[in-house]
């Protein structure tokens, strides 16, 4: 629940309010925990998780499972997930307002950096990025980051002490 409480932090931060018809797209998106806190958050939005539904670090996780958690929550008429792969996939064309992730990036090795670049080709003007991860001094994330996008804020929850984790509150440079 703690990263939980660090994006609602993050959300105050938007300029949009709760109650505003808004597309979220979750990068990474698992069983669907930040999807979730997402539509609950915006009681209007409407969020499409993208996952590849393979990677080791979340076993037992599967589009079918992401499916049943949002249907239990009441919240599938808003939430969809896919298959899809930010290093592969292409949203491009599609019109998100906010970006979402946790926890997907640092898991892609060196493939971070292309994919850093690829969210921003897919984000439209006055849109925001919100990314949890584990960004560590010297890996060159937050250069990058700061080099692409405008860093609105980091936010980085004490409770976390397992790793140097920040969300960061991003918009298109």
């Known amino acids: 629940m703690v990263v939980g409480r660090a994006f609602l932090e993050a959300f105050d931060m938007l300029p949009f309010s709760r109650d505003q018809e808004i597309d979220i797209m979750d990068l990474g998106c698992g069983l669907g925990f930040l999807s979730s806190v997402c539509a609950k958050f915006y009681r209007r939005a409407r ?18 499972k992401a499916n049943e958690n ?9 939430v969809h997930f896919e298959r899809g792969d930010v290093l592969s996939s292409d949203y491009g064309g599609m019109e998100f ?68 984790y920040k969300i960061l509150v991003m918009s298109k440079a």
Do not use: C, Q
Not at 127 to 138: M, N
């Open 97 to 164: 307002d906010l970006f979402v992730s946790n926890l997907v990036f640092h898991n892609l090795g060196r493939r971070r950096f292309g994919a850093y670049d690829r969210l921003l080709s897919w984000m439209p003007p006055n849109s925001y990025a919100l990314l949890g991860d584990a960004f560590r001094e010297g890996k060159g994330d937050l250069k990058h980051l700061a080099n692409i996008f405008t860093i609105e804020k980091e936010i980085e929850p004490k409770e976390i002490s397992w790793a140097p």
């Open 70 to 78: 949002v249907r239990i929550l009441g919240i599938s008429d808003r």
């Open 47 to 64: 969020v499409t998780g993208i996952d590849t539904f393979e990677h080791a670090s979340l076993k037992g996780s599967s589009l079918e």
